[in-house]
């Protein structure tokens, strides 16, 4: 396991201890493992904030992939046709863990933009709240 892997990964061990609804020996071991990690991987907090930023990633662009795949009809001209949006997420998807923090930034920027001139669209509201969500639940902030 890479340095960039075992961050994403410590991120997700402290989601999972953090979470109310987590069983307190599961959460106990999750901390353990991600104090282990960290140590074993010499990881400073900056490298922690990006496994954070690039946890977010993937839990957002994994629940916009769900978002698509209910809503094939998206009209034209929202963010473009269904199947225009499902290649971009497969696009992002796609993207190094190198780049995803870069990336998130950058998608959250859209959608916030997007939001501003058309936030009374159902579609664009309904990402805004996926990726407010996703950064939220990820302890990022943006």
Same mark, same amino acid.
């Given at each position: 396991m890479?340095? =960039?892997a #075992? #961050?994403?990964k ?5 989601? %999972? @201890? ?5 069983? *307190? &020996? ?6 353990? !493992?991600?104090?282990r990690? #960290?140590k074993?991987?010499?990881?400073t907090?900056?490298?922690?904030? %990006? ?8 839990d ?9 795949s209910?809503? *094939?009809?998206?009209? +034209?001209?929202?963010?473009? #046709?269904?199947k225009?949006? @499902?290649? +971009?997420?497969g ?12 990336r ?5 920027t859209?959608v ?5 001139? +058309?936030? =009374?669209?159902?579609?664009? &509201?309904? %990402?805004?709240? %996926? !990726?407010e !969500?996703?950064?939220?639940n990820?302890g990022? !902030?943006i």
């Amino acid at each position: 396991m890479n340095k =960039d892997a #075992a #961050a994403e990964k410590i991120a997700k061990l402290r989601r %999972i @201890s953090d979470d109310p609804r987590t069983n *307190p &020996s599961e959460a106990a071991n999750a901390r353990k !493992t991600a104090e282990r990690l #960290a140590k074993e991987h010499n990881l400073t907090q900056d490298d922690l904030d %990006i496994g954070k930023m690039c946890s977010a990633y993937d839990d957002l662009v994994g629940k916009i992939e769900q978002f698509v795949s209910k809503n *094939p009809n998206m009209p +034209v001209g929202i963010f473009g #046709a269904e199947k225009i949006v @499902s290649g +971009v997420v497969g696009k992002l998807r796609q993207t190094t863990d190198t780049n995803k923090a870069t990336r998130l930034r950058t998608v959250v920027t859209f959608v916030r933009t997007a939001s501003l001139f +058309v936030g =009374d669209n159902r579609y664009v &509201s309904e %990402i805004k709240t %996926i !990726t407010e !969500t996703a950064l939220r639940n990820n302890g990022v !902030t943006i």
